[in-house]
């Protein structure tokens, strides 16, 4: 009884669920978005989008871990990189982690059809849930290995307009030129994101045979990237608020301070960028730290208005 509760702990902590809280993080931004705008708020619709991401994100783990087991052979997991480390130390879960990986997948494309049924949705929400499963899919798993060829970041900056965009589509009904133009900083956030956690990885990854663009430019060259992103993020926001295309909703000039957060530690992070694993991943940390907490005190703001 006792090996089977170790392996279910080991099972469980391959998903590394709490990556989902990110999702989570984007999904309510999303959602919570287009309620300010307009859209109707209706919790048992916005619980069902979300189950759909919640499968799609949780196959994406499993999957990464399972496909990324050569290159994790040769790296060390840290707090957000490195993947579980799981299959690394118990080979014999690589079983485990395939069909978990798959069955989430099928579950979230199930029940995409079943809320366009239910909500009697257009069928492009379908095809927007199946590119967003083929993208996690398809980042480490062959044929395309996206990471593994110099595509694993645009496909994580489109995880910026997924995550998000399945909330917003949920409650609005439809994706529009409001829902783009808000997803310009969220996958810049994602463009910062991906270089963080590419960043520990580099010694495993150029072993395991990844081209990420920080195999390929150095960790330096990652933590310039998270600056730019960072800076502008933080650029799109006050435009948005110039433009003054949603004053009659929110105050874009409170999100653009809110990111300041995250620019002030990529900008940190860059002044401090270093070749050296250890300190690095210390940096990683703060940046990725920082996007949870704009995420959270973005959501906080929007409910707050949506509430008053």
Request: charged fraction near 10%; proline fraction near 3%.
């Amino acid at each position: 009884m006792k090996t089977n509760g170790n392996k279910m702990v080991k099972i469980i902590k391959l998903g590394r669920f709490h990556f989902t809280f990110g999702g989570l993080i984007f999904f309510l931004l999303g959602g919570l978005f287009a309620v300010l705008l307009g859209a109707a708020f209706d919790l048992s619709k916005f619980l069902f989008a979300y189950s759909i991401l919640f499968m799609a994100h949780i196959s994406l783990n499993y999957s990464n871990d399972y496909f990324d087991l050569e290159a994790d052979k040769h790296g060390k997991p840290s707090q957000f990189a490195g993947g579980s480390g799981i299959l690394v130390k118990n080979p014999e879960l690589i079983n485990y982690a395939r069909w978990i990986a798959i069955l989430s997948l099928i579950s979230s494309l199930i029940l995409a059809a079943i809320f366009i049924y239910v909500y009697s949705f257009p069928a492009y929400f379908f095809l927007f849930v199946l590119f967003g499963n083929f993208l996690g899919w398809f980042y480490t798993a062959p044929p395309i290995r996206m990471s593994y060829n110099g595509f694993g970041e645009l496909a994580t900056i489109m995880a910026g307009f997924m995550m998000p965009g399945i909330g917003y589509f949920a409650l609005m009904g439809k994706l529009d030129l409001n829902f783009l133009i808000f997803s310009i900083p969220m996958m810049l956030y994602q463009l910062l994101f991906i270089n963080a956690v590419e960043i520990p990885d580099i010694e495993g990854d150029i072993i395991g045979g990844k081209k990420t663009w920080v195999v390929l430019k150095g960790r330096k060259f990652g933590f310039t990237l998270i600056k730019i992103a960072g800076i502008l993020a933080t650029f799109s926001f006050f435009l948005i608020s110039k433009s003054g295309l949603y004053s009659a909703y929110l105050n874009f000039n409170i999100i653009a301070l809110f990111s300041l957060i995250p620019l002030s530690l990529a900008i940190f992070s860059f002044l401090k960028r270093t070749d050296n694993r250890n300190v690095a991943i210390n940096l990683v940390n703060l940046n990725l730290s920082s996007l949870f907490a704009f995420g959270i005190i973005g959501n906080c703001y929007f409910a707050y208005l949506i509430l008053n």
